[in-house]
């Protein structure tokens, strides 16, 4: 997954403006609290088997809210843990409904946050408040951020008890339309791949940028999935001129809306 690198040591160019991007990075380090995976905190921690949840579950997709992807660089993964932890305040300040963090086999994490809508993200960034955070320790040595709209998310009305895994994609494409009804006419491709969850997500800043995130079961049938030929085909059909650079992980956290957040 490639992206706009953003350094906290070095000013460069970024489609959402370096502060932007640096705040969006800060307040995915500084995510909702949530513990080790098999947390008891009640009001939104959930085990790794459950799914982060912005939109009504089923076996339907649904439309609207944003989420904010940041794929993290860092050496220490326990530092990073406990700054992610301790961001409750600064999340929700922002209007984060959940968040899933996916730990990279390469010492990377992908932070998937989710909320109402991306207009509200991106007011909170203007916070003075959301600057300090930058300084904190164990803040991420490097970052990419996108900051998108849902598109298309079906996730499952029961969480499962075991482990999930994510595969995220990040894709240029010429026709976001193929794009969309194809991902909409895979969904029994992605079911023999033991998909439990899928999101289509288009970038707020870059309109031919999509991210595409499927959480499973089985760590080896997503690896399967993005390399199908039926997947080829969808991203051929979309106008995906790039070699996918698939992300694959395994959930280590996660935090659910409560009920009353739930459409």
């Known amino acids: 997954m490639s992206g706009p690198m953003v350094q906290r040591a070095k000013p460069v160019s970024s489609s959402l403006g370096l502060s932007g991007a640096l705040l969006l990075s800060a307040l995915a380090s500084g995510g909702c609290a949530s513990t080790a995976p098999n947390s008891s905190a009640a009001s939104a921690a959930s085990k790794p088997g459950e799914s982060a949840q912005t939109a009504t579950t089923g076996d339907s997709f649904s439309h609207g809210g944003a989420s904010l992807f940041v794929v993290h660089l860092m050496s220490d993964f326990d530092g990073f843990r406990k700054y992610f932890e301790a961001g409750a305040s600064a999340r929700a300040l922002a209007g984060v409904k959940g968040h899933l963090l996916t730990r990279l086999d390469d010492g990377r994490v992908v932070v998937h946050l989710f909320a109402d809508d991306a207009e509200k993200v991106q007011e909170a960034l203007k916070s003075p408040e959301m600057e300090r955070y930058l300084d904190r320790k164990g803040t991420p040595e490097s970052s990419l951020v996108w900051l998108t709209e849902n598109e298309l998310v079906k996730l499952p009305e029961t969480p499962?008890?075991?482990?999930?895994?994510?595969?995220?994609l990040?894709?240029?494409?010429?026709d976001f339309a193929v794009l969309e009804q194809g991902f909409k006419e895979s969904a029994p491709l992605y079911a023999e791949h033991e998909v439990i969850g899928e999101g289509l997500h288009r970038s707020t800043?870059?309109?031919d940028i999509a991210i595409l995130h499927f959480v499973g079961t089985?760590?080896?049938?997503?690896?399967?999935?993005?390399k199908s030929r039926e997947f080829a085909e969808l991203l051929a059909r979309a106008g995906s001129q790039e070699e996918p650079k698939p992300l694959l992980g395994v959930d280590v956290s996660r935090s659910r809306p409560s009920s009353s957040d739930r459409p």
């Open 160 to 168: 499962p008890a075991g482990d999930t895994f994510s595969l995220f």
């Open 218 to 226: 089985s760590r080896a049938k997503l690896e399967t999935l993005a």
């Open 170 to 174: 990040k894709l240029r494409v010429t």
């Open 205 to 207: 800043s870059k309109e």
